[in-house]
């Protein structure tokens, strides 16, 4: 495939899916104490149903008279909060939608074994490494929220754990990428 075609194919694929840089930019100017419920709001989407990067939530010019260190650590558990409740809605539309066999019987249907590569790959990540292994695939900045909720949400029962664990996650990520801005930061 040509570059050009490529491009094209991205255009295309891209304007299928809706227009939420209005979602990014709202989070990008959040301010105040209402920018929290923001960012959980963000937060929750992302987790289940948002195309984007949930690290834009430390952009946020939250002015709440808070050291920069209490202000991100604020963030950081209110984003959290937000992608564990949200994970858990995710968790229940993917057993919902396991019970229901709909995906799977679309998934048979393809020429490649879709379905058994990644529920192997999910698998062996849950068996080896249980919850802690979402955690730890949740902390990985710039990786898909949605696939490891999902992917993890057909495998496990424990409403709790999960939400724990995608909380664990999800402030993991973000203290990672602190961590990385800082060092960054130090260099220059």
């Given at each position: ?43 929750f989407l992302i987790a289940f149903a948002l195309p984007g990067v949930s690290e834009i939530v430390l ?87 949605t696939l490891s909720i999902y992917a993890f949400s057909v495998l496990e029962d424990d409403y709790l ?7 664990v996650g999800s402030c993991g990520r973000l203290v990672v990428t602190v961590i990385g801005i800082e ?6």
């Amino acid at each position: 495939m040509s570059l050009t075609a490529f491009a094209s194919l991205a255009d295309l694929t891209l304007s299928l899916y809706p227009d939420f840089s209005w979602l990014s930019s709202l989070v990008e100017t959040a301010t105040g104490w209402v920018g929290l419920v923001i960012i959980f709001a963000y937060s929750f989407l992302i987790a289940f149903a948002l195309p984007g990067v949930s690290e834009i939530v430390l952009a946020a010019p939250l002015d709440l008279g808070l050291s920069h260190g209490a202000k991100l650590a604020v963030i950081i558990l209110v984003s959290g909060a937000g992608k564990a409740a949200g994970s858990v809605f995710a968790f229940h539309i993917g057993r919902q939608t396991k019970e229901s066999g709909y995906v799977e019987r679309a998934l048979e249907r393809l020429p490649v074994d879709v379905m058994g590569w990644t529920e192997r790959k999910a698998v062996q990540i849950a068996q080896n490494w249980g919850f802690a292994g979402l955690a730890a695939a949740l902390c990985v900045p710039g990786f898909p929220d949605t696939l490891s909720i999902y992917a993890f949400s057909v495998l496990e029962d424990d409403y709790l754990k999960f939400a724990a664990a995608t909380f664990v996650g999800s402030c993991g990520r973000l203290v990672v990428t602190v961590i990385g801005i800082e060092a960054a930061l130090a260099f220059l």
